[in-house]
Each structure stands twice: as structure tokens, then as C-alpha cells.
């Protein structure tokens, strides 16, 4: 069994969380294949003991990874997504950040996390992806995104026209910062925060939501997700910023944009004991009253 493993990188003073992860992974006769970057941060505080091996890029990993582990927060377990790509290995988000939507599940549940792993006792949970086309090459080998896919304005520029069509039809012009379009998992972040509704992961939907927007009545909408989102931007600058998840692209206003769903989905590991709806009240804290 191999688990590839990646983080952007902990503090210091959380390398000792490392060693019993390894040790956990050796105990059950598994290859750790850790990230390059991530390795060299730890590998001289640390005695790895056993067989590992470290991979650079997406394109490096073996086709035999049993699975990944992120190891920060729920923006580390977002650049998974740009390794794992459509290969279909299933990914498990250990939580070393602070809120942690998808990688929810917390460092003291490490091991027995690992135990469900090596016993296949875990719950795959299918995430929807975004496909961003463009009419000129953006975002490399990753045009896609597991939260969102957005558009704004550059700094205090002033706001930006978006003409948005529906299947070639026309929805409406928004009048904002920027434009939101949100996958069901997407519908817990960025969208959250601009007031849009949170979906289940498995509603087969796509949110819009603007930022800022100029106008009283306007509010997000839910669209199905064989639904194909376009946009024409208008504004007084030259540029804006077009966005798949935390990675970003500045872009003309001539450029033709349009979103749609991903041929292939995302394999997210969840525990038996975990659902979305746990995730929601633990994460909002939602019935928390101090009152009681």
C-alpha cells in the first residue's frame, strides 16, 4: 500500500506530529510518497525509519497511491486537487488549519483515521468539479476547481459589469466587485461569505453569487449543473481577476470566459462517523446557544 502525503508546510513546533503519522503508516505496512517540498522541511528534524519515496508534481505520482493525505487546512487540501487530477485517487484532509470544511478531520483522530484507511473502513464521497474554457490557454493543466470559479476587480478599481448567460441565454448583468460561481462544496466558502445558500455536496448544483452587488434585488441563484455559466465583462480598467479556487489569473475584458462541470469528480474520504450535516453544526456552530 502507498499514501502519498502533502502539505504547504506546518510550523516547527507541529513536526512532532509527523513522526507518529509515518510511524502509523509503517505499522500497517504502508509506503509513505511524500511531497518534495513538504519533505525537506522536516526530513533533518525527524528519524524516518522504513521504505519512502517523494514526488515533485501530479505527473510523478504512481498509479498505485492507495490515497492522499493533506496536511494543513482546507486551502491545502484544495491544491490536491491540481495533483490527484482525474486519476480518482481518494483524498483524506488531516486538519492542521482553523476551520476546516473538507480536511475535517483532526490530528487526535490521526490513527484512527490511518486504521480506516488500511482496512478500507471509509466512505468515499464524490465532490463535483468546475471546468473553466476560455478562448485563450489559463491555469496550465488544472482548468478546473473543486470550490469555485470567480471574477472580480483588480484592487480598488471601480466595480465591473458582468453579462452572465445561462446555456447561451441571457440570466442577467451584475453590477459588482466580482461574480461567484460555486460548486455544493464551493458553497460553504467564498459564496458563504457573500450571503449564498449552503447546498448538500450531492444536490447536483452550481451557485452564483455576486460580490458587492450594486443592486438591492439581487441575490444568488442555484442553477443545475449541466448548466453551461458564460460571462462578457465590461469595465473601466483594462484587467480583472479571474479565479479557480485560491489560484488566479489576471485576464482582458475581451477574453470569452464559461464554466461547466468537470468530466470527473473528486474522491474525498470521510469516516463513517462523519457527514455533512455533523459538519455543518460542528463547523457554524450552529444550535450553539451560551444562554444554556
Known sequence: MKIAIY????????????????????????????????????????????????????????????????????????????????TGIPVLGINYGRLGFLANIGKEDMKSAIDAIANR????????????????????????????????????????????????????????????????????GYSLSCNGPVVFPESASFVITPVAPHNLNIRPIVVPDHTIVSFEVEGRTDGFLCTLDSRREIVTKEIQL????????????RMNENNFLQTLRSKLSWGLDKRN
Not at 56 to 61: K, R, S, Y
Request: proline share 4%; aromatic share 10%; hydrophobic share 40%.
Open 258 to 269: 464559461a464554466v461547466r462541470k468537470e468530466s470527473f469528480d473528486l474522491n474525498l474520504i
Open 121 to 188: 473502513k471509509y466512505v468515499l464521497d464524490k465532490r463535483t468539479l468546475l471546468h473553466l474554457d476560455a478562448n485563450i490557454p489559463l491555469f496550465g493543466q488544472s482548468p478546473y476547481a473543486l470550490n469555485e470559479f470567480s471574477l472580480h476587480k483588480k484592487d480598488s478599481s471601480p466595480m465591473i459589469k458582468i453579462h452572465t448567460y445561462l446555456n447561451g441565454e441571457f440570466l442577467n448583468t451584475y453590477w459588482a466587485d466580482g461574480l461567484i460561481v460555486a460548486t455544493p462544496t464551493g458553497s460553504t
Open 7 to 86: 502539505s504547504r508546510g506546518i510550523e516547527n513546533n507541529q513536526f512532532q506530529d509527523i513522526n507518529p503519522l509515518l510511524q502509523e503508516l509503517l505499522n500497517h505496512g504502508a509506503e509513505p510518497v511524500i511531497f518534495q517540498d513538504f519533505f525537506n522541511q522536516f526530513y533533518s528534524a525527524i528519524d524516518i525509519k522504513g521504505k519512502y519515496s517523494t514526488f515533485h508534481a501530479g505527473e510523478e505520482l504512481d498509479p498505485g497511491i492507495d490515497c492522499m493525505i493533506s496536511l494543513g487546512g482546507d486551502g491545502t487540501l484544495l491544491d490536491t486537487v491540481t495533483l490527484v487530477k482525474n
